[in-house]
């Protein structure tokens, strides 16, 4: 028992990156999740709901990385079906986000169900994508379909329901739909270059980034977009605790 499970740590230590960093990921979603629930008791009521979803985002995250983690390291594969479970579940919780921010300000319902909507489209083709088309030159066009989605939301977001309702809103709030909205454009966009690099399709057909592991890509995207989400919110908290009684 204990030589099986040195020889399955071991390599991580040694030089296998893929494997590291699905474990510096899974420790580093745990460490967040233990600070967004701690926390939660330092902010305001009214931020408390926008930190317990930090919280629950990064738990999620965490177990699925141990499951990950393991997975990776004895098949030495991606875990395709584990990563998108996961992500069905925490982009939705991100979208739930917005809406808790801009409720405030009047969002409705409605916006809500438009962001979730838009990602579940663009998650359910980047999961057929890859798991389905991975290896054909076609991966391509799954791709395309799930980056039209993906502009989509970011559509709302800069320039959308979500935008216009954070102009009325406060300066905190004004600037941490911005911020988040820059997590969107620049954060998200890490995850088609993993797509891009790990599928047969490429970008077009064409074949670029070929070097690049596609799980370290969707991990560093990971760990800046849970992680770094939940931090603006909890700053957003934190600012509009020390201004509110001023
Ligand atoms: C916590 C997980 C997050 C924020 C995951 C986000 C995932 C994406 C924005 C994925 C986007 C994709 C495309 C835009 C095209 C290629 C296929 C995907 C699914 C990798």
Redesign the pocket.
């Known amino acids: 028992m204990h030589q099986n499970l040195l020889s399955a740590i071991l390599p991580i230590a040694n030089n296998n990156y893929v494997a590291f960093t699905f474990f510096v990921g899974c420790m580093a979603m745990m460490a967040a999740c233990v600070f967004f629930f701690f926390e939660m008791s330092n902010v305001e009521k009214k931020w408390r709901t926008s930190i317990l979803v930090s919280g629950l ?1 990064t738990f999620i ?1 965490a177990v699925h990385y141990y499951y990950m983690r393991d997975y990776n390291l004895s098949t030495g594969e991606s875990p395709v079906f584990f990563r998108y479970v ?2 069905i579940l ?2 939705p919780l ?1 979208c739930v986000e917005f809406y808790l921010i801009t409720k405030k300000a009047g969002a409705k319902i409605g916006l809500l169900w438009q962001l979730i909507f838009a990602s579940i489209i ?2 359910v ?3 057929i ?2 798991a389905i088309y991975g290896k054909e030159t076609q991966s391509w066009i ?2 395309l379909i ?2 039209i ?2 502009f989509y939301i970011v559509y709302i977001v800069w320039f959308g329901d979500v935008a216009k309702l954070a102009s009325n809103a406060g300066p905190a709030v004004q600037k941490a739909v911005k911020t988040l909205a820059w997590f969107v454009l620049v ?2 966009a890490i ?2 270059i ?2 891009i690099a790990g599928t047969a399709g490429g970008l077009f057909g064409m074949r670029i980034w070929e070097g690049l592991s596609m799980d370290v890509v969707y991990n560093i ?2 760990a800046i ?2 992680i770094g989400f939940g931090l603006v919110i909890y700053a957003l908290a934190q600012s509009d605790k020390s201004t509110s009684n001023a």
């Open positions: 985002i995250a996961d992500w925490t982009v991100m663009m998650l083709t980047g999961y994508g890859e799954w791709g799930s980056g989605a993906y954060g998200w995850y088609p993993g797509y995207g990971d977009n849970k």
